[in-house]
């Protein structure tokens, strides 16, 4: 099985390669016999596996989000709720201007009346006529009146029937108006539709408002969903349930772990993409509706290897092959540091003679890399390696640190891990001033 190499090498990191790159030519330039010994950090590389990840971007949205409308157009005359107000299904939040639907509701509930009276009179006239026939039918059976005569009455009946139903057809509309109008009525005051909090609020008492008027976004933030997009090709790889690990800068150290709950199953045109969703609970309330968030989605693990942090991989500036400078005769003494106070820096070693050892990468992860060429258990540099180029004698003295410690200052800006290498090359030179 071949090992991923998916993953490029941090920002930080690579302008830490460049500016220990451009240093080189200036180390080799000033190679002389007194230069100082240089300090560097180390850590012993590890066996194992590199987990595999796939890093998105991520947006938050709170469960059941949804965004307030009216549906009538009408001046606000009343709200009710602000921002972070929790609120029931059912609560009002807003009340409009409703004289215009009452009136519109006592119009229609006249115009109901109207109908109904004119459905009594139909209903006088068609029993009236009913009764009219039957009279005349007993005559037409003692030849009192003629054929024709009867059928006259009869379609007479047929007349005053028919006005009859379409009175009660007109009943019936009328009340349907009054039901629509009512409905109207009712919408005057907006309510919430679920259990939630209300944010995003843009409506004050006053304001004129429509249909395209968005008032709140009502939402459980206890709740959130994370909405990520996939790509065709992450499709055969990542599926649900897999975990998804979510952090932001805002978080600090705070790490939330939870898992794919769906994927749509449906790319859309022109990106070849689709969403998947991941929900979780939020009562810690670090997710916002709306932030942006980092997912990583676990999907598996690469074959055991030997793994490096991805800061001690070097590409020498003369040669360009990639390797790690190595301290095989190193051993320490003193547990390794994890914080460095530059006013009272821990102790380096003695001069300890380094070798650069040609790697070849065969997994990289996000911060470290699966590599062969180094042996678990062996002291490799991860700061300083621009300070042994040029040099004649490869030695160096050495502080001992943690993998969290060089893994934290992967994750920095480039700035920290600059004062961390001139931190180095005045200690280097303290220590050689001390000797």
Known sequence: MKFPTWIMLPGSLCILLWMTSCGSETAENNNRSDMPIPAVEAIQARFGSLPLEERL??????????????????????????????????????????????????QARASLRVSEARARQAQARADEARS??????????????????????????ASAEAEYDL???QVDQARSTVSEME???????IRSPIDGVVGGRAVERGMQVSATTRLFVVGDISRARVLVSLTENMLG??????????FS????????????SRISPFLEAGSFSTQ?????????????????????????????????PLSAIYRHPRTGIEGIYVAPGFGIEVEPVTEVDSDNPPPLSEPTVLEFRPIQVVARGRESAGVVGINSGDWIVTVGQSMMVGRDDLQARIRAATWERILAMQST???????????LEMASVSSSQGS
């Open 57 to 106: 971007s991520g947006v938050v949205r709170a469960e059941n989000q949804v965004e307030i409308y009216p549906r009538i157009s009408a001046p606000v005359e009343e709200v009710y709720v602000e921002n972070g107000d929790r609120v029931r299904r059912g609560d009002p939040l807003v009340r409009l201007e409703n004289r215009e639907y009452e009136e519109r509701v006592n």
């Open 132 to 157: 009219e026939y039957r009279r005349q039918e007993i005559l037409a059976e003692r030849d009192l009146i003629s054929t024709a005569e009867l059928e006259t009455i009869q379609a007479q009946v």
């Open 167 to 169: 009175t009660v057809a």
């Open 183 to 189: 409905n109207e009525l009712t919408r005057t005051v």
């Open 237 to 246: 790889y990542i599926e649900s349930g897999q975990t998804a690990r979510i």
């Open 249 to 260: 800068e805002s978080f600090g150290d705070t790490l939330l772990y939870s898992e794919i």
């Open 276 to 308: 998947a969703e991941v929900e979780l609970e939020n009562n810690s309330g670090h997710l916002l509706p709306g932030m942006f968030v980092t997912v990583d989605i676990l999907y598996g693990e690469s074959e055991q290897a030997t793994i490096v």
């Open 413 to 423: 800006q480039p700035q920290r891990i600059l004062r961390q290498m001139m931190e």
